[in-house]
């Protein structure tokens, strides 16, 4: 009796492990941006990521780039990029709003950062 039980239960958990949502493809026109912000790293270990903060996003830097930038963290960077988004899901399938990364990009200017 306790296997029966216990199948079910398995097959529900199982069945529910793939609607952690997925990610989008990349649009097939990259779109070509020019972004002004501060350059900064972020979390700690083997996930960190570069990131340019603007006051209306942040746009995530490509693994590749990242060589490219890393000298000129906590300044104001200009760089033109192209850029692409994942559209974030929830687990129950709401939209979780979308992540936007760079990537093929040329710096334009930086400048050292006030704070």
Do not use: C
């Not at 990521?49 to 996003?57: F, H, N």
Request: aromatic share 14%.
């Amino acid at each position: 009796m306790k296997t029966i039980l216990i199948l079910p239960m398995f097959m529900f958990i199982a069945a529910n492990a793939f609607s952690f949502g997925e990610k989008e493809k990349e649009p097939e026109k990259p779109v070509s941006v020019e972004v002004s912000g501060k350059l900064r790293l972020v979390g700690s270990g083997f996930n960190n990521y570069l990131v340019i903060d603007t006051e209306t996003r942040q746009w995530y830097i490509e693994s590749e780039e990242k060589d490219k930038l890393i000298p000129f963290q906590h300044q104001i960077v200009t760089v033109k990029a192209n850029e692409y988004y994942f559209d974030l899901t929830y687990a129950n399938g709401r939209p979780a709003g979308r992540k936007y990364f760079l990537k093929n990009i040329v710096i334009i200017s930086t400048v050292p950062s006030e704070n």
